[in-house]
């Protein structure tokens, strides 16, 4: 009786399975190319599901629907069509523009898609070959070749894709110094019109190759010192640009045989289209297989001229088109797909002011633009009696569920670069091998410009890193707390953004210690959430307040009852501690400011953390959005090369309008 329910689903495979596979074969690859560009500036857990069972299932649908072709090996009038279905999933395997890689991993497997490249190919040709559409003299061979080329140049593509994203590209051959001579063929960033940071952001393109892929011959001195405001958009674009490098074909189609590549495989899909438009009126085939046939065709000419366009209009191509390359065919290729001389330099940079106007442009070269956040305090004093933590408890899956329910992003706000700004210009001209360097301090300089608070408190940073974020985060909104309560009427926006810091620094500790240096692991945040969680019996406010009576006990050393109600914690100490002391010192000094002081702590840890993380974790978040401490990461790396400079436009303004009374004829027009 088995055997008689699955008689049906046999026949309807045999009759439909293969245009199943092709038709959903292509839907992912529509798929792909809509949400890979979506996930460098998003980071959701949902997009991730959707890109990354897109990205496994193309790969999967295309190898084994030609596996089954080539064993099944269709040679009858009706399934001839199915055997030209094999060069479109050569093609499929070939992959979007946009998108190569899901992980950073996948780049070192590009041996394993080389060999399954051989495979494919002699898989695809071995179909051809079997259905006598190559040895008949009619209209499918030229089409069936056609095809079967573009298949295998692209398929072809991606391999070297993976592997380029891999190795350092660079240390074969050093590109020429970047100059500026004042000739009609270059162009300086001060004439660069409406888009120069598109301009510094492909020239000083080597110094993120170097932070993540590993060390370039990087010129000394690539451009004139820039201003923060104008780096740190720089910066940003990076990001983006990066995420071409690892995840995409980007390096690849931005060169000569890149464009070649581009063209070729238009024109030679709108031929396939043409001629088999013309075998069908000559002989009859099956109505579904015929449709089948022509969405595969009609969609790959879509797609080609998809990836046409994006080539032509990519700030990719601006960049080619703008810097210095003698005799580049790449250069030249990508001036005449701009057409009008007009357009030029500029033309790229137009079409992205345009797409912004209609509010869809900066975004789409930027990153997530996010911060995560996780407050600590918050959720252990939530969860206790959350529903839905009690479940996750009872199946020991309580820390996932917390870290889903209670972690969040907001946007980076200007008033968090002002800090950075701030903060990274009192290292300007320290040495960087400095302890006191911003970016070895972790906070110890913050707190030595403040001798009397550092005498106390150097035992907060001289610490482990896991500890010192913990400490200091707990210590944080225990102040934060009474000081919000303390100036109810009149809050002040640097105690939301040091809030906002400290819970990013914790989001890294808790969500994403990869982000952090190699030895920063989640133990001492484990250790705390039982301690708090479990022990302490106490809920929202009476938490905050149960802390600061255990600061109080701590400091005045009446902690036996303490260690009997909750054990021994000595992280839980000294951060209970810590928040009581940065209280008593605004008590003792209302002008102490020590929110300020908290600030600046946070931002050294960030600047400490984002400079040592790994290249490889910084790499492997671009495929995410991207992370705020690799965009503070490359703007350390530009100070570190002197490019950075901190003097804004309107202080320039100002010098130049003082010098202008004494110097006539001096100052700016």
């Avoid at 072709?69 to 399934?79: A, E, G, H, R, V």
């Avoid at 109505?287 to 700030?315: K, N, P």
């Avoid at 105690?495 to 990013?504: D, E, F, H, I, P």
Wanted: aromatic content about 10%; some cysteine.
């Amino acid at each position: 009786m088995a055997a008689g329910l699955l008689e049906p689903l046999v026949v309807f495979w045999k009759e439909w399975g293969v245009l199943a596979l092709v038709m959903l074969s292509f839907t992912l690859q529509v798929i792909l190319l809509i949400t890979a560009e979506i996930r460098r500036r998003n980071d959701s857990g949902a997009l991730k599901v959707v890109v990354w069972l897109a990205y496994l299932l193309a790969d999967t649908t295309a190898i084994y629907t030609l596996g089954h072709m080539s064993i099944t090996s269709p040679t009858s009038q009706d399934q001839k069509l199915m055997a030209f279905w094999a060069p479109f999933l050569l093609l499929h395997l070939g992959g979007q523009d946009n998108i190569t890689a899901y992980s950073i991993e996948d780049n070192r497997l590009w041996l394993r898609h080389l060999q399954s490249f051989i495979i494919q190919v002699i898989a695809a040709g071995y179909v051809l070959y079997q259905s006598s559409i190559v040895a008949r003299r009619t209209l499918f061979r030229p089409a069936a070749i056609l095809m079967f080329v573009v298949g295998v140049v692209k398929y072809g593509e991606r391999v070297c894709a993976l592997q380029l994203a891999c190795t350092n590209n660079m240390s074969r051959k050093n590109y020429p110094p970047v100059s500026w001579t004042g000739t009609d063929d270059d162009e300086s960033p001060s004439s660069m019109g409406p888009y120069p940071e598109t301009f510094r952001a492909h020239v000083l393109l080597d110094f993120p190759k170097q932070l993540l892929k590993g060390p370039l011959p990087i010129p000394p001195e690539c451009l004139e010192s820039c201003e923060w405001e104008e780096m740190y958009g720089v910066a940003e674009m990076q990001l983006s640009l990066m995420h071409d490098v690892f995840y995409s074909k980007a390096e690849l189609i931005h060169t000569w045989y890149g464009y070649c590549i581009r063209v070729f495989s238009l024109l030679a899909t709108v031929a396939a289209l043409l001629l088999f438009r013309r075998l069908i009126e000559e002989d009859g085939y099956r109505r579904a297989d015929v449709a089948a046939t022509y969405v595969l065709l009609a969609g790959a000419v879509v797609l080609e001229i998809t990836s046409a366009l994006r080539a032509m209009f990519s700030t990719w191509t601006y960049g080619k088109l703008i810097r210095k390359r003698r005799y580049c065919v790449a250069r030249a290729l990508a001036w005449l797909a701009l057409i009008p001389l007009w357009f030029r330099s500029h033309a790229v940079a137009m079409y992205e002011i345009c797409r912004e106007r209609v509010g869809i442009g900066a975004s789409s070269r930027y990153w997530s633009g996010t911060m995560g956040q996780h407050n600590f305090i918050y959720m252990c004093s939530h969860c206790k009696d959350s529903r839905g933590s009690k479940m996750a408890r009872w199946v020991g899956r309580e820390d996932w569920w917390n870290m889903l329910v209670y972690t969040s992003s907001v946007p980076v706000s200007p008033h968090i670069s002002e800090i950075l700004k701030k903060q990274v210009k009192e290292s300007h001209n320290v040495n960087k091998e400095n302890p006191d360097h911003i970016r070895n301090s972790r906070g110890r300089a913050a707190l030595k410009r403040r001798p009397e608070l550092y005498e106390e408190l150097n035992w907060s940073v001289d610490t482990e890193l896991r500890e010192s974020i913990l400490v200091w985060h707990i210590a944080t909104h225990i102040y934060l707390n009474w000081y919000e309560t303390k100036h109810a009427r009149c809050p002040h926006h640097l105690a939301q953004v040091t809030g906002k810091l400290s819970n990013y620094m914790m989001f890294l500790l808790a969500e994403r210690p990869y982000m952090l240096p190699d030895n920063v692991g989640r133990h001492g945040y484990l250790a705390l959430c039982y301690i708090l969680i479990h022990e302490l019996q106490c809920l929202g406010e009476d938490l905050l307040s149960l802390l600061r009576d255990h600061g109080d006990a701590v400091i005045s050393g009446q902690t036996e009852d303490a260690a009997r109600e909750i054990g021994s914690n000595t992280t839980f100490d000294n951060a209970c501690r810590l928040g009581v002391k940065l209280i008593s010192k605004d008590l003792e000094s209302p002008d102490a400011n020590i929110v300020e002081l908290i600030s600046q702590v946070c931002v050294e840890l960030l600047c400490y953390a984002a400079y040592r993380c790994l290249p490889d974790s910084h790499a492997r978040q671009l495929s995410n959005g991207g992370e705020l401490t690799t965009v503070v990461a490359l703007l350390l790396v530009y100070m570190e090369y002197d490019i950075l400079t901190f003097e804004s436009v309107q202080d320039r303004s100002e010098d130049s309008m003082a010098s202008s009374d004494t110097e006539p004829g001096t100052g700016y027009v």
